[in-house]
């Protein structure tokens, strides 16, 4: 028996659907397709290193256990080969799921630096691969200590941007330090940034939106960060999409 499944993502596989032509898998000869169960991972490496687990799927089963190998693109990739350790693909027998792990290191990597590693199935013949996976990593760090005054905050637009206001409150006094909007609509995918300075202390951004739906206007997924200018991955308050009639973070400005 023959089951013709688009690189649309196995019935049980994946999420999204590629207009590309049919591929035929006879799980009966042993025809076989593999994929991640994500696109992207994202990673943050605390001290002693930490091991991620990512699921694959197969749209086939087997009696016996499987093991598949994975590639690392060293076009994409800016992490040494020392700073991770990679495992093999493990699909346990009479199972359509499996799972693969990589170990990344601490010690080899540096503070605010985004990391990206980009791994490819690595298959036999007749066997497919559905993409690869791309891990995003950064070092922890302690924020209670870190020191940032000047900040930026970056607003991706949807089509109504007079809905969108926002403020930063001194949580002391109460009183609001920074606000802005309202502003033009019809500017979906357009950004704007606004530097801020802040004394020593603690703050609560709110980001509002006077429709309900965030930033997200049915066709364009908007988003906001409040980040230190000095570290753009230091991130103090933000949110993507529809996140309601508003969104708040508390977040502290460290004393030198």
């Known amino acids: 028996m023959r089951i013709f499944i688009k690189l649309c993502i196995v019935a049980l596989l994946f999420t999204a659907c590629d207009e590309t032509e049919s591929t035929i898998f006879d799980p009966a000869t042993g025809q076989t397709g593999i994929g991640f169960g994500t696109e992207v991972l994202d990673i943050s490496v605390p001290v002693g290193g930490i091991t991620a687990t990512t699921e694959v799927f197969s749209t086939t089963v087997s009696a016996q256990d499987r093991t598949f190998n994975v590639a690392v693109d060293t076009d994409q990739t800016n992490l040494d080969a020392s700073?991770?350790?990679?495992?093999?693909?493990?699909?346990?027998?009479?199972?359509?799921?499996?799972?693969?792990?990589?170990?990344?290191?601490?010690?080899?990597?540096?503070?605010?630096?985004?990391?990206?590693?980009?791994?490819?199935?690595?298959?036999?013949?007749?066997?497919?691969?559905?993409?690869?996976?791309?891990?995003?990593?950064?070092?922890?760090?302690?924020?209670?200590?870190?020191?940032?005054?000047?900040?930026?905050?970056?607003?991706?637009?949807?089509?109504?941007?007079?809905?969108?206001?926002?403020?930063?409150?001194?949580?002391?006094?109460?009183?609001?330090?920074?606000?802005?909007?309202?502003?033009?609509?019809?500017?979906?995918?357009?950004?704007?940034?606004?530097?801020?300075?802040?004394?020593?202390?603690?703050?609560?951004?709110?980001?509002?939106?006077?429709?309900?739906?965030?930033?997200?206007?049915?066709?364009?997924?908007?988003?906001?960060?409040?980040?230190?200018?000095a570290q753009p991955v230091v991130s103090y308050a933000g949110a993507v999409g529809n996140f309601g009639a508003e969104n708040s973070d508390m977040f502290t400005i460290n004393a030198e």
């Open 83 to 229: 700073d991770y350790s990679l495992g093999s693909v493990f699909i346990p027998a009479n199972s359509h799921e499996g799972t693969l792990d990589v170990t990344f290191n601490y010690d080899g990597l540096e503070d605010f630096v985004e990391y990206l590693l980009v791994i490819n199935l690595d298959v036999p013949d007749g066997v497919q691969a559905f993409g690869g996976i791309a891990y995003t990593l950064l070092r922890e760090f302690d924020i209670d200590e870190f020191i940032c005054s000047d900040l930026t905050l970056e607003i991706n637009f949807d089509n109504f941007g007079s809905e969108n206001t926002w403020e930063i409150v001194d949580d002391a006094t109460g009183a609001v330090v920074e606000s802005g909007g309202p502003y033009a609509d019809g500017g979906a995918g357009t950004t704007e940034l606004t530097a801020i300075s802040l004394a020593p202390g603690d703050y609560t951004m709110t980001f509002f939106d006077s429709f309900g739906d965030g930033l997200f206007d049915g066709n364009t997924t908007g988003s906001y960060n409040l980040f230190c200018a």
